[in-house]
């Protein structure tokens, strides 16, 4: 029988089988931020283990910083505290850290990937759910718990069992106004958020080979969002495109090696997997989530579900929306660009490409928040910073920012916010905030009408 994509990447990676147990898994990239890593350094110390191998461990602040005034001092104590922690950790135990004000800083899921920290065929974890996006690479890439964090500082390994394997296929092609956003979010909204439980997912098919890494990441970001421990697309021309000539990727005879080896992981024809779904791209349009879970979505035309249950109707209650309602011309106050699902640059092309020209309506706060300190140089770089701020948006420095408002970037309660992030859970952009998950093209044609309008008919 032959092989996934997923089972070639993880058998290379098997230390030991314990029987009829779990597996020891190396792990060649492990991230680390400053809001999963203190304990797990606390823990090692506590034991007197030291790192095994620091110079596999790359670390970022980005959940907890601002995104004004990055030069002044942190001025929320507990943010403070908890980037100062991280500093120090890193500083002990030889950690490169690409902290608050560093060239590379940015969001842990948005800077690996554009150093060429992240290449195909890797495994790599970090105590943060979204690490899935880094499997657009066809890395085995999820996240783990604190606890992990330290078996990993301790050992370069994980213990876990392996998950079972499922592809997602979607062939034909998108209208115009698609974007990798609506089909992730599409698919959650077919298969529901408890779907991908215990498996890893790969995403074959037209639309996926013809996406963008940017959109491959989008999409592999939110397969968490199913459940699911992670998401892969096989690494091919486009693939390697993006990865040659970044900071950390392979070079010369090391490259070709590499491409060659690459080359060999894609899932084999015969091999099986344990669960199969597919989808045709026409049936897919502009997205957008009415609800308090990312499963809770509908094409932007379309009108809220009569679904009847308790959880779904608390759900409504919330949002403040009835069954059958439709979204269009619901006023908006509050749109969020960002997050590690849509921060990279080609987001920003798209939404800046909508707005050229526009102004945004006078009652919306529109938050532009890049990635990373690389994707806001390109933003001053290609224009786009004109176009927002004449357009009369916020442009911000990196971080998670509005995505869950760790930091002052909060939702106020009771307001509605198009946002580009991965969560619209109760209160995940500040106490009482309600949150509708878009594409970077949706969020952009709100924040100018000031309500929610269909896609296909402005421009
Ligand atoms: C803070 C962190 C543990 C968390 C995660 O794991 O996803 C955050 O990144 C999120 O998006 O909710
Ligand atoms: S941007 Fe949001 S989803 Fe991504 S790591 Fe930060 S908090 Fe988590």
């Known amino acids: 029988m032959g092989k996934t994509l997923f089972d070639k990447v993880w058998d290379q990676h098997i230390v030991t089988t314990i029987e009829n147990g779990p597996q020891v898994l190396y792990i060649d990239k492990h991230l680390i931020h400053e809001v999963t890593s203190p304990q797990a350094f606390k823990e090692l110390e506590n034991r007197n283990i030291s790192l095994f191998r620091p110079k596999q461990i790359v670390a970022t602040a980005d959940h907890n910083t601002p995104t004004k005034d990055q030069h002044l001092p942190v001025k929320d104590l507990l943010s403070k505290n908890q980037l100062e922690q991280l500093s120090e950790n890193c500083k002990k135990n030889n950690i490169e850290l690409y902290g608050l004000g560093h060239k590379y800083n940015g969001i842990v899921h948005v800077i690996a990937p554009e150093l060429g920290i992240t290449q195909p065929g890797m495994t790599m974890v970090c105590g943060d759910s979204h690490t899935s996006t880094h499997g657009a690479f066809g890395t085995i890439a999820f996240g783990i718990g604190t606890s992990q964090v330290a078996q990993v500082f301790a050992s370069q390994c994980v213990i876990t069992e392996k998950p079972k394997t499922m592809r997602i296929s979607v062939n034909g092609s998108l209208a115009n106004g698609v974007l990798p956003k609506d089909v992730i979010l599409y698919i959650i909204a077919k298969l529901g958020t408890n779907s991908g439980t215990g498996y890893f997912i790969e995403y074959a098919g037209d639309v996926f080979e013809n996406m963008t890494m940017e959109g491959r990441m989008t999409v592999c970001n939110m397969s968490i969002e199913m459940g699911a421990r992670g998401g892969m697309i096989a690494p091919d021309e486009t693939t390697y ?87 269009i011309n619901k006023p908006i106050n509050y749109v969020f660009i960002g997050s590690c699902t849509n921060s990279r640059i080609e987001d920003f092309r798209v939404a800046a490409n909508y707005i050229k020209g526009k102004q945004k309506a006078k009652n919306v706060q529109a938050l532009i928040v890049p990635g990373s300190q690389l994707v806001a140089k390109q933003i001053k770089e290609e224009g786009l910073q004109d176009i927002f701020e004449n357009a009369g948006f916020e442009l911000r420095q990196p971080g998670c920012s509005a995505c869950l408002a760790m930091n002052d970037d909060k939702i106020p309660e009771g307001e509605y916010c198009v946002s580009t992030s991965n969560r619209n859970f109760e209160g995940r952009q500040g106490q009482g905030s309600r949150t509708l998950l878009a594409s970077p093209l949706v969020a952009a044609s709100v924040a100018v009408e000031g309500r929610i309008v269909d896609i296909s008919k402005t421009n």
């Not at 791209?281 to 932007?300: F, L, R």
């Open 241 to 327: 495109k993006y990865i040659i000539g970044r900071k950390f990727s392979p070079k010369d005879e090391e490259l070709k090696n590499k491409i060659q080896y690459w080359e060999s992981l894609k899932t084999d024809k015969n091999a099986v997997f344990d669960a199969e779904y597919s989808f045709d791209a026409e049936d897919i349009a502009p997205m957008i989530t009415y609800g308090t879970n990312p499963g809770m979505g509908i094409k932007i035309t379309e009108t809220i579900p009569s679904t009847k249950n308790d959880s779904f109707e608390k759900s409504l209650l919330y949002m403040g929306f009835e069954k059958g309602d439709s979204l």
